[in-house]
C-alpha cells in the first residue's frame, strides 16, 4: 500500500495566490522528508529537506521566503508557494527514507502546480 | 561536482531486452538506485545496488560497477506497460536527498 500520500494532487491557482502542498507518512515516523520540482522532460530537482521540529534545509538557488517549509510533526510537512507565478508551475513531489532499504526514498504521488 | 548520465530515450518491441545505462560522479557513494516514473506519476523504486555486480528481481536485473562509476538496468521480456521514464540516482551519503540523472524515456512498441 502507500507508503506517503500528498495533498492537493493537482491545484490550479492565480498568479499572486499562495498554495500549500501536504506531504504525509501514512504508517511510519519520518524526521526527514525532501521536497522536489519536476518540470515537464526533466528530472527530479531536490529544493528542501525538511527536518521535524527544525528549519529546512534549502539548496542553492532555491528562495526559502518563497518556498514555505514546515515539518511541525513526524507525519506531516507542508511546503507553501508563496505569491504564486506562472514560472512556478511545475511538479511537486515529496519523499521519505523509511530506513527499511538503506537510503530507499519512497515518493508521494505528487502535486501538479498550474500558475495561471 | 556530482554528474549524473543517461540516454535521454530509447525504443524497443515486446518481450525484447533493453539495457539503460547510466555513469555517475559524486563526491560520496552510498547507492545506486533506480525508478520508474510513468507520464504524471511519482516514481517508484526498482532496484538498488551498492556492492559490484548484478541484482536480479524478475524481469529486471540492476548492476553496478563502483570502479568504474557505471550502472545499468536491464529489463526482460519487454511488456507495453514498461513503457516509462526510467530514473538513476546515486545516493551520495546516507540519509540525504538522491541525486538523479534526467531519465531515460522508454518506449515499447508491439
Known amino acids: 500500500g502507500a507508503v506517503v500520500s500528498q495533498h492537493p494532487s493537482w491545484v490550479i491557482c492565480k498568479s499572486g495566490t499562495s498554495v500549500k502542498i501536504e506531504c504525509r507518512s501514512l504508517d511510519f515516523q519520518a524526521t526527514t522528508m525532501f521536497w522536489y520540482r519536476q518540470f515537464p522532460k526533466q528530472s527530479l530537482m531536490l529544493m528542501a529537506t525538511?527536518?521535524?521540529?527544525?528549519?529546512?534545509?534549502?539548496e542553492q538557488g532555491v528562495e526559502k521566503d518563497k518556498f514555505l517549509i514546515n515539518h511541525a510533526s513526524l507525519t506531516l510537512s507542508t511546503l507553501t508557494v508563496t505569491s504564486a507565478h506562472p514560472e512556478d508551475s511545475s511538479f511537486y513531489i515529496c519523499?521519505?527514507?523509511?530506513?527499511?532499504?538503506?537510503?530507499?526514498?519512497?515518493f508521494g504521488p505528487g502535486t501538479r502546480l498550474t500558475v495561471l | 561536482g556530482q554528474n549524473i548520465d543517461q540516454p535521454t530515450e530509447m525504443t524497443a518491441t515486446e518481450g525484447a531486452i533493453v539495457q539503460i545505462n547510466c555513469t555517475y560522479q559524486?563526491?560520496?557513494?552510498?547507492?545506486l538506485f533506480w525508478y520508474q516514473q510513468h507520464a504524471g506519476e511519482a516514481p517508484t523504486f526498482l532496484s538498488y545496488n551498492v556492492l559490484d555486480g548484478l541484482e536480479e528481481k524478475g524481469r529486471f536485473s540492476s548492476f553496478l560497477s563502483r570502479s568504474k562509476g557505471y550502472s545499468y538496468l536491464l529489463l526482460k521480456e519487454l511488456q507495453m506497460k514498461d513503457s516509462a521514464s526510467y530514473l538513476c540516482?546515486?545516493?551520495?551519503?546516507?540519509?540525504?536527498?538522491?541525486?538523479f540523472g534526467k531519465g531515460t524515456t522508454l518506449s515499447v512498441s508491439s
Open positions: 525538511s527536518n521535524e521540529g527544525s528549519k529546512a534545509t534549502y
Open positions: 540516482a546515486a545516493s551520495n551519503q546516507a540519509g540525504t536527498a538522491l541525486i
Open positions: 519523499s521519505v527514507d523509511k530506513g527499511d532499504v538503506v537510503d530507499t526514498q519512497y
Open positions: 559524486t563526491s560520496g557513494f552510498n547507492g
